[in-house]
């Protein structure tokens, strides 16, 4: 399992770095803004206001847009770039995931991996191993960035301790998607070229349906069955604070997910 | 039941009616043979026979539909690791990691065999001509195959299994190729090797297996087979080719004649010598050899043993 491990962080050593950069850049230049928002947010939130609700939560990413301040530290993030890093790091790992599977026993080298003493099980440990450090690096990142800008732009006012729980809280719904990932590549056969357009358009369709539904009351049931009900660094610095019970739901689907996939994959036809 | 293992058992690979379906199509079909201890042992069969599909059940890559496959005694599925740990693999597809370089490969290698193999790797690597230290991307096929090579043997597995190996070497590196299968078995370990070229297969293994449309058709010592195979032999002569001379040799089985071509058919029984010396009383403008192709030898085989 270290073998697989150590190799798959050396894979995704790159994407680590210049995700971590890009990321990083991409936080400094919104929280740049953050300090002429800040200084007249009332007449801001007056043109917010007159938007659609759906229009909102689809921007915002959690809860009803009713008496949204957008503009306070955390529900900035989360509006400019926390949903959006949810998107974005559920699908770099579902691309690593299916590089690391379903590509490598199409083109063979799955093969050639699962020819030495590594069982399949260890195999998927390793590589999920390498994904909680892969997101745990970014997410450092993240933080590090986001305590940087807060001492840069004293007007975007959040401690330390909430712009921790705002980032390393974004790990477990993404876990979530690592999770449904690493199952349908154990269960699904590799010659099904469907699947990783699925999986896309239900990462980016599940965040819209989740968006709309905020504004659409006979919805609002189905809210709970979508991970972004669960994490939101606006409640996390603004509101309630980080809700460990959250936590430990996603945390439990990530794991149910994992362990799913630990079971099938030594079921698994490979290459076939 | 799990057998129990048997380190010394004498049959390192045993096939019991194994089958093999993907869906409604039929790869392997009640495939039985078994690979003994030190033997080189060629699976032979054209392209889309089941040799790999009957190579990856070994590797519990995929299941059987039906039988069963032992390895070492275990069973291929559940002592999967343990196979693995005594087996080296190259296969006929082969991909390697292009960012990696040969030795950070073996290096990486070392911690999933948890035992250093460089020097074995190095001093492999000398004798195939190929620089571990160079990067693995854009290498040729046959570059890919000798790091592919070296990585399955460098460990000094018990059991080498390699789909199609001398894909992409020269005739040079096959001949250091046969030789490095020659030193495996006299050290006392088992190669079992699939290919669709006879000539290839003839010349290194001591038994065949021969495969074709997923059915087993022969498992035979490679001398009997041979004894039963032929070779084209076509000689361009400057004037219209006569039979005349070549009819009376021993082991000529048939003569064609077109133009100035005349074709022989010779027989393991054949008499080179007396041949080349009729030949000489020729102008002889130009000779080919041509190796039977694997229905003709079947075609051969079955011959034979009607009769």
Redesign the interface.
Known sequence: M??IF??AL??SRRTIIWLSIGMSIYVLLVLSFYPTIAEDTAALQEIVDSYPDAMITMFYGSDSAENLDLFSPGNFIQSQFMVFFILLLGAVIIGQAFNNFTNAER??????L??????RREMLLGRGLSTVVFLLVVLTALFVTMVVGSAIWEEFEATIPELAAASYGMFFPVMVIAGLIYLLVAVVPSSRKFTGAVVYLFLVGSYLFYGFSGAVPELNDVRPFFIYDYYNAGQIIDGSGYQVGDALTLAVIAASLFGLAWWRIDHK???? | MQPRPDPNAAEVIDIQNLTHR?GKVVAVEDVSFSVKRGEIFGFLGPNGAGKTTTI?TI?????PTQGQVLVFGLDSRRG???I??R?G?L?S?????D?WTGAQYIR??E???QRPILPEAEHISERLQFELGRSLSGMSTGMKRKM?LI?AISHQPELL?LDEPSIGLDPLMQQVFNELMREARAAGRTVFLSSHNLAEVEQICDRVAIIREGKLEAVEAVHNLTRVTFRWITLTLPEPAHADGFRDLEGIEAIETAGEQLRLRVSGRTNIDALIKQAAQHTVQDISIEHPTLEEIFLAYYGQKEH
């Open positions: 270290i073998a150590r190799k050396h894979d083109d063979g080298s799955m093969d050639m699962l020819s030495l003493p590594i069982s036809e490979m290459g076939v | 993907y990856r590797l519990d890559l995929i299941r999967a690791q343990e693995h740990r087996i693999y296969p597809e082969l991909r390697l990691w960012n990486w290698l911690t999933v065999h592919g990585a299994i």
